[in-house]
């Protein structure tokens, strides 16, 4: 017992998950990685290496009883990955579809998932699962290698079948479709994964004499309504499809999204000065502290001497309001990887004496171009702005 004393609960859970599955005589090794907070399956059949993510179990923990608690334990055992995953592309290829995730989702003790995945909105990436009537399993680089293709042809295909498998409910939307269809509770596996789908959006609002905003809180459904035309209804909107996904077990998204000119989906806003602003950004900054904070964990967990600092994304609370704002800190003692928060804080003799600048006029100032590899984005920075950049900087500073 005392080593479980020292554990946080999250690791006593997941040594209690990985104990659970090496007592099946099948397995011949089960694994906890609190990193990638997963447990790594090897069976004695040698079908190879599997991993159960634990993050929406743990969640979905804190929620049940005790007998509760043990079903749940005996389903996760029940579990002894790796499913067994088509060897040939021509049989995985009919099984693959694209799902929507937060960028954290099985993310790598080096903050890059071990899984195939790409980036699909600002801290929202596509993963690709291969589903079989025995088990989902999300392939791997290394399985590409076996089938001899390429990510894109696998996005591709899972894209395809995603199509197929939903032609019915594109085929039928016609003019007859009502103005909002909510697909909440819903209970279709890969019906959030319409966002992902080129032109379905804009097929679906076709008609509509205003923006679509399509909701994804969890993965349960998806929301799709005309932008509302009052200010006073727009932050009701937001403010529940907010509050539904602060509650969802396994949580996708509280941002809204749209469409732009050229009719990609793209996070939904509103011009400076509009009652929804804070709103709107409220739900993205919420989005953007879990992902980056998984992120920075892993990222700092990882480094080795030398290595750039993985820079804090805080959030605050604007006190006596419900609005929230973030913020990352450009230090100038050490090469930093900035986080793309709201705010950016210059520290100039200790935490005391600082100036604040929006994102916006920090890269418009110092023209910060994206580090390759890292979603959410992080942006590598050695020193500070040159100082004429950093004149202009306190020129422009301003309060968040």
Not at 245 to 269: H, K, Q
Not at 295 to 308: H, I, K, S, V, Y
Request: overall charge negative; proline content about 9%; some cysteine.
């Amino acid at each position: 017992m005392g080593i479980f004393k020292r554990l946080s609960e999250r690791d006593r859970f997941g040594q209690e998950v990985a104990a659970r599955i090496a007592a099946d005589n099948r397995v011949a090794s089960a694994v906890y990685d609190p990193d990638g907070f997963k447990v790594t399956v090897r069976r004695h059949d040698g079908a190879g290496e599997g991993e159960v993510f634990l993050g929406n179990a743990f969640r979905e923990r804190e929620r049940l009883d005790a007998d509760e608690r043990r079903v749940q334990l005996d389903r996760l055992a029940s579990n002894v990955a790796p499913p067994p995953v088509p060897t040939g592309w021509a049989e995985v290829r009919p099984a693959l579809r694209p799902v929507l995730r937060q960028a954290d989702f099985g993310m790598g003790h080096d903050g890059i998932p071990d899984v195939l995945s790409r980036p699909a909105q600002p801290c929202l990436s596509e993963f690709v699962v291969i589903d079989t009537p025995e088990a989902m399993a999300y392939p791997t680089p290394r399985d590409l290698d076996q089938w001899g293709v390429s990510a894109q042809e696998v996005f591709a295909a899972a894209h395809e079948n995603l199509a197929h498998e939903f032609r019915n409910l594109l085929e039928e939307r016609g003019d007859a479709a009502p103005a909002a269809t909510d697909f909440m509770g819903v209970t279709h596996t890969y019906l959030g994964s319409l966002i992902l789908l080129e032109g379905w959006l804009a097929t679906w609002s076709a008609g509509w004499d205003r923006r679509p905003l399509v909701f994804v809180p969890d993965q349960g459904g998806m929301l799709v309504v005309p932008e509302p035309q009052s200010p006073d209804d727009l932050i009701a909107l937001l403010d529940r499809e907010q509050t539904r996904w602060g509650e969802a077990v396994r949580s996708i998204s509280p941002v809204a999204y749209t469409l732009d000119d050229a009719g990609r989906v793209v996070p939904y806003d509103v011009p400076a000065g509009h009652p929804a602003r804070d709103v709107v950004r409220r739900g993205w900054g919420a989005l953007a502290s879990v992902v980056y904070s998984t992120q920075t964990e892993r990222l700092r967990a990882a480094a080795r001497p030398g290595d750039p600092f993985a820079a804090a994304f805080s959030r605050y609370g604007r006190p006596g309001t419900d609005t929230t704002f973030t913020l990352a800190t450009w230090s100038n003692d050490q090469p930093t990887l900035l986080p793309e928060a709201e705010w950016i804080a210059f520290p100039e003799n200790g935490d005391d004496e600082q100036f604040f600048a929006t994102w916006e006029v920090v890269a418009e100032e110092t023209g910060l171009v994206p580090e390759p590899g890292y979603h959410p984005t992080r942006y590598l920075v050695s020193d500070w702005p040159e100082p004429e950049a950093m004149s202009r900087l306190r020129a422009r500073a301003s309060t968040p």
